[in-house]
């Protein structure tokens, strides 16, 4: 049977990803990981991002007013790009496809990709650095720790948390540009 090179590379980098998402997910079992990241999850949710854009204006006044209605900017865009691409795409969430990998958290929806709380943590990161760039390492660390926890916790295969920043990249930057032109 000949196969075509592109079948044959993309074959080889599904095997990747799965193989990347299972030795992620095997570091569930460690002591304390599945609480911290399950913690750290939560927060990527929307929780710990309507906590930040409400303590904003109480925070930094009129500046963290700007910053809270363009974080509400950036999630308007973000939320209905990650729906219709997770209907569009329907593909799987790891933890409901392979035996061996544990579900270590509670699943928003039905559908593996992108990752919406890598696409949200990455375009709210962005908004935050660029209104407080101080606060730039803080949101890197967060959204790190956010797109390792989608992974680890058996949501997420690697490549919708990659894909998911991608986005959320775009969407940030993108949001800069239109929040700019408003104001």
Known sequence: MNFHPIHRSRDAFVFVDQRITRLMNRSISLKGVRPFFNLVSSLGDGKGWYALMIALPVVAGQRGLFATAHLIVA?????????????????????????????????????????????????????????????????????????????????????????????????????????????
């Open 75 to 183: 999630g308007g865009i973000t939320l209905p790009i990650y729906k219709l691409t997770k209907l569009l795409t329907r593909r799987a969430r790891p933890c409901n496809t392979f035996e061996e990998i544990i579900r270590g958290g509670k699943q928003l929806d039905e559908y593996s990709f992108p990752s919406g709380h890598v696409m949200h943590a990455v375009a709210f990161s962005i908004v935050i650095a660029a209104w407080f760039p101080a606060a730039a390492t803080t949101m890197v660390v967060v959204t790190a720790l956010v797109a390792l926890s989608r992974v680890i916790l058996g949501l997420h295969y690697a490549t919708d948390v990659v894909i998911g920043a991608v986005l959320g990249f775009w969407i940030g930057t993108l949001s800069i540009h239109l929040f700019s032109s408003l104001t």
